[in-house]
Each structure stands twice: as C-alpha cells, then as structure tokens.
C-alpha cells in the first residue's frame, strides 16, 4: 500500500491549480494524456463544424434548453428585441453565430493549448459564464442538469468520431478515447464547482477568490480577443479542407 497523500480540504475550493491537480491525479490525466489529445488534432480540427453543428441541433430539440439563446450572452449583448422571444431564435440567428463560434474556439483549443495555468483558467471561465455571478456581463444561468446532458452529449459525439478513425493503430485510438474521456470529466468537474455548493467560503475567502476570478475573467478575455483577430486574417478558406475531413469520419452517422 503506497503512502496515503494529504490533501488539504479549504484549498480545493479556492485554488484553481490546486483543484486541478488532485482530480486530474484522482482520475489519473497525466502528460501523456495531453500528447494523446495533441496527436488527435489533425482529425478532431477537421471534425469540428460538424460536431458544433450536431451540439446546436440537439439544443434545438427542447424548448428549455434553446430558450436561453433568448438572453444576453458572455461576450454579446442582444439589442433586437424581436431576437429576446425564443420562437424567433433560428439557426441564423446572430446568437448562435456567436455560440457556435464560441464552441469551435473551445474545441480547437482542446487540441492546440499548453497545459499551462492560463488554460486552466480558460476551461474555468467555460465553466464560470454559464452560472450568475457578479462578475459576468451577462445574468443568464443555465442549470446544471443541462449543462451535465450536454457533456454527455458531446463526449459521446467526439468519442464516437474518433472510434471511427483509422489514422492510429487500435491501441492508440483507444488510448486516444480513454484521455478524452478523462479531460471531459475534468471539464464537467469546473463546471461543477459553480454549482455545487460543497463548502462555504469564508469572508476573507471570498474577496481573495473575488479578486482573483476577476483577473482571471479578464484575462480570458482579452487572450479570446486576440485569437478572434487572428482568426479573421488567417481562417480563409479552411472550410473547404475541414469540410472534406468532417465528411470522412461523420458523413455516415448522420
């Protein structure tokens, strides 16, 4: 039996990096795991308008979950009021532009990042924008049952693409499946922890978190404004090639 490791209870909830390292050594998402999740890139990048295609056509089976594309957005401000009444949010409404855009950002990340505390901070804020808090622009909050059907949702999507591919050798690519599976409870757990109330700050706790989740906020911002111009001068014409890649691994499954 090796030596019982000691974790200290109050800094799981008020350090990010801290939180971190005990789920994902918990879950057992290591470095190789993060290679594993590199390596994939070249198939998951061309997979992803098809997966955030597939993620905003489930969203628009239910009214509960669609309705929230009615509210202002983190990061979009919805000026037309004809766009506050769900039964006029379509697929070519601009909110979904912006939501769908949003999650491609994630996805190309996942397969691109450092695993370094900016990303960390980055998958947080994914987390954080969805709840109410003081620090957002926006107020809208999506309950966790939704967000937790949506993980599920789209780590069954990823995962089954991935099966499909013959760019690895079996071992790899169940390698490969089992590191994803890992990160998207990682995921769920920065989603989590802005829903389950495990632990009640105390007042000093709750300025300190305050100040740094601002900063944090911030931070993620500014770093999604540059990587939004980037986009804009170097994303020309990749449509063309992800489209073909998409259409290798999931032209089948729909």
């Known amino acids: 039996m090796s030596e019982m490791q000691h974790i200290d209870h109050d800094r799981l909830y008020t350090d990010l990096q801290y939180r971190y390292d005990y789920v994902s050594g918990f879950i057992g998402f290591t470095k190789k795991d993060q290679d594993l ?13 098809t997966i955030v295609d597939a993620v905003y056509d489930k969203l628009a089976k239910y009214d509960i979950t669609w309705s929230h594309f009615a509210q202002d957005q983190e990061g979009l401000q919805i000026k037309d009021s004809k ?14 532009t ?4 949003m999650l491609t950002k994630y996805l190309k990340k996942l397969v ?45 999507v990823v995962v089954g693409a991935l099966q499909k591919s013959t760019e690895w050798d079996d071992d790899t690519r169940d390698d490969i499946v089992n590191a994803y599976n890992k ?8 989603f989590a922890k ?27 911002r500014r770093e999604l404004r540059s990587e939004s111009l ?22 089948s499954s729909k």
């Not at 766009?83 to 979904?96: H, K, L, P, W, Y």
């Not at 802005?194 to 993620?220: F, H």
């Not at 001068?233 to 290798?248: E, R, S, T």
Request: with cysteine; hydrophobic share 45%; net charge neutral.
């Open 37 to 49: 999740i590199k390596q994939s890139g070249s198939v998951v990048a061309g997979l992803v308008p």
């Open 83 to 96: 766009s506050r009444d769900v039964a006029q949010v379509t697929m070519g409404s601009e909110v979904i």
């Open 112 to 156: 691109t990042a450092e695993w370094n505390i900016s990303y960390l901070k980055y998958l947080d804020w994914v987390g954080h924008i969805h709840t109410t808090t003081p620090l957002k622009k926006s107020t809208i909050n999506v309950e966790y049952i939704h967000c937790n059907a949506l993980f599920g949702y789209v780590a069954a």
């Open 98 to 101: 912006f939501r769908k855009t």
């Open 230 to 251: 980037l986009n804009a001068v170097v994303g020309v014409g990749a449509g063309a090639v992800l489209g073909a890649v998409a259409f290798k691994y999931l032209g």
């Open 183 to 190: 990160f998207f409870w990682l995921q769920n757990d920065l």
């Open 194 to 220: 802005y829903y389950v109330k495990d632990r009640v700050l105390t007042d000093k706790e709750k300025v300190a978190v305050a100040e740094e989740k601002e900063m944090q906020i911030n931070e993620v």
